[in-house]
């Protein structure tokens, strides 16, 4: 059997920072990874370009009750702490609105520059590794795979991700793992998804993109707000602004079970209502056919925004109808297209400033199995960066 100080399950961006700091330690260190390659999120991350932090970063921008520990492990290894690491590995970075890129735009730079130190420090490194049962007795961890080989460790860091995009590698196996050793698990539903209407005017609109403000509208209360770009497609909305209601949205629908969801979509943000209603009466003053009475405000298939029937000239009626159409959700799209998890082990398990889990000694946890779930903007890779060095450095 083959013994190291320390195993990491799970070689994405959290794993192989874990491993990286507990390597530079001194201690011996293997990561196991269930796929032919680590990484492979990394690869797909930001449209292949990896959104791999922001310029503004604290623990805001996380689910609520993450914030404590967020806060706690920033304090370690925060967004300057980030860009050295990244710079010292040969990373150049630029910032875009905020949003931190790598300079060559490429995902894959990312990766190589942290194989080259996974390499330089020699990292054992186990492929096709599916780790699916771990013991524990007298200080030692037995880490054993599908296919029956076992590792023995006195520290294991567990970095095996969520459930979303599984063909990538996070297929949720983790959390089974970490469910036997008496951690909760709050339900992982997908995030940053799109999400699914029956209306005919997602049918009818299919393929146009506009800018919108739109509005999560859960159990009659505004439960979150967003800005920017719409997409209506054949199944419902998708872009941007919809992905970042869509957290708020999974979890009421998918865990809590609500059906009382509705979208509601300011379609003209640029124009107050009042200036909109006065723009819209001078059209119709001038005998606008009813039809062009939008024309230039927005694209010119929105002529369905409203029904014939009620095109009877009212400039009150089309004000309503494109600030602050409502809609109703269905349900949210599934793993495959969902960018993130929320949900997973439950932050109360582990313990701020180390993430070693409150339940077995020598075991820690880091990335997005936990219960942290950030917004887009490269929140997630920060969390992911920080986690794995804190839980790689803690002893
Ligand atoms: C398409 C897409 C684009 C994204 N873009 C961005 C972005 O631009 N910016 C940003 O901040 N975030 C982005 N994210 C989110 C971000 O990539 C993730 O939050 C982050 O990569 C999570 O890192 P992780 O190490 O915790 O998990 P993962 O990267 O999912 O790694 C988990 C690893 O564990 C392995 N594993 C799982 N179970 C087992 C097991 N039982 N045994 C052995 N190995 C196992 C998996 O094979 C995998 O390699 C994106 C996500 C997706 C899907």
């Not at 932090?53 to 925060?78: C, Q």
């Amino acid at each position: 059997m083959q013994k190291f100080k320390t195993v990491v399950i799970g070689g994405g961006a959290a794993g192989i920072v874990a491993a990286i700091s507990a390597k530079r330690k001194g201690e011996s260190v293997a990561i196991c990874d269930r796929m032919a390659r680590i990484g492979k999120k990394i690869l797909a991350s930001g449209n292949g370009r990896c959104n791999l932090l922001n310029e503004k970063l604290d623990e805001s921008f996380y689910n609520p009750p993450a914030r404590g520990l967020v806060r706690s492990i920033f304090e370690k290894f925060g967004k300057e702490d980030a860009l050295s690491f990244f710079k010292e590995l040969g990373l150049e970075t630029y910032s875009e609105d905020g949003r931190i890129f790598p300079r060559t735009n490429q995902s894959s730079s990312v990766l190589k520059v942290l194989e080259m130190e996974l390499n330089r420090l020699s990292v054992s490194i186990e492929l096709n590794y599916e780790v699916n049962r771990v013991s524990y007795s007298q200080g030692l961890f037995t880490v054993t795979s599908k296919g029956g080989k076992t590792i023995e460790c006195e520290k294991l860091i567990v970095a095996g991700g969520g459930k979303s995009y599984p063909a990538l590698g996070s297929d949720g196996s983790c959390y089974k793992l970490a469910a036997n050793m008496g951690h909760k698990i709050i339900e992982p539903v997908p995030a940053a998804v799109p999400i699914v209407l029956k209306d005919r005017l997602c049918h009818l609109l299919q393929g146009q993109k506009i800018t919108a403000r739109v509005k999560a509208i859960i159990n009659q209360k505004t439960a979150c707000e967003s800005f920017g770009d719409l997409l209506l497609t054949n199944y419902g909305l998708s872009g941007t602004a919809i992905l970042d209601v869509s957290e708020e949205i999974s979890v009421a629908i998918n865990r809590q079970k609500t059906s009382d969801v509705l979208i509601s979509i300011d379609m003209v943000p640029f124009m107050d209502r009042a200036a909109l209603r006065s723009e819209i009466s001078k059209r119709i003053k001038n005998n606008w056919k009813p039809e062009d009475l939008l024309t230039g405000i927005l694209p010119n298939k929105f002529y369905f925004v409203f029904e014939s029937k009620d095109l009877s000239i009212d400039a009150e009626k089309i004000v309503n109808s494109v600030k602050g159409r409502l809609f109703k959700v269905v349900e949210t799209k599934r793993w495959n297209e969902a960018d993130f998890t929320s949900g997973g082990i439950d932050t109360k398990y582990v313990k701020e400033g180390t993430l070693e889990s409150t339940v077995v000694k020598g075991l820690y946890f880091a990335g997005e199995i936990l219960d942290v779930c950030g917004k887009r903007g490269g929140y997630n890779l920060a969390w992911a960066w920080a986690s794995g060095y804190v839980a790689g450095s803690a002893r």
